[in-house]
């Protein structure tokens, strides 16, 4: 249960460094306790709709006869890690402007649909083979997991909106962090489905 909720964490984490830093200017612009109420909201509601869609695609795989085959879908994260090193697209910038268009009214609506739109593909990418990978005890040690990292991840984009050298930190080094991760999990789902034991004479 332990490295189930460590790999959890890892993988979780791995997804939301783009969105810790979109929260933290969401938070740098609205003070109020009502708008940082809409934000939380906001984000349960966007990550929550990531995951069912990604449990869905999950539920349909596990119908796949052979565990080696679902291994492949290890290419996936791998593919996204790569392609994170490569990436031009300035994301922080295009959510900035669309904080800066958004009412406080909004709030929830727009977190929710930021959320699910600027990381769907990717987080989509990553958690249906690593779902499927779990068995189902493993599988709701892991949304229990989630859960708690979203609650998480929203607390400490408040704590820290306000301070400067984690968002420049994240900025110039967030994409190989999050490259790394997404390779080796991608690996690690390799490895574990048997797939590189099965291919090998």
Known sequence: ??????????????????????????????????????????????SWSLIAVSLFFALILHFVPAKWLLGFLGLIPIYFGVKSLFENEDETAEAQEKISQSSAQK????????????????NIGMFVPYFVAQNTGQLITVLITFTVCIFLLV?????LSHVKLVE???????????????????IMIIIESGTIQHLMP
């Open 168 to 186: 420049q930190l994240l900025e110039h080094f967030g994409k190989w962090l999050m490259a790394i991760i997404y390779v080796g999990l991608g």
């Open 107 to 122: 709030l929830i609506s727009t977190v929710a649909l930021m959320t699910f739109a600027s990381c769907g593909a990717d």
């Open 155 to 159: 607390f400490f984009s408040n704590r």
């Open 1 to 46: 249960m332990f490295k189930t909720v460590i790999s959890a964490v890892i993988v979780y984490s791995s997804t939301a460094l783009d969105l810790f830093v979109i929260l933290m200017l969401l938070f740098g612009k609205y003070q109020s306790t009502a708008a940082k109420r809409r934000i939380y909201i906001g984000q349960f509601l966007g």
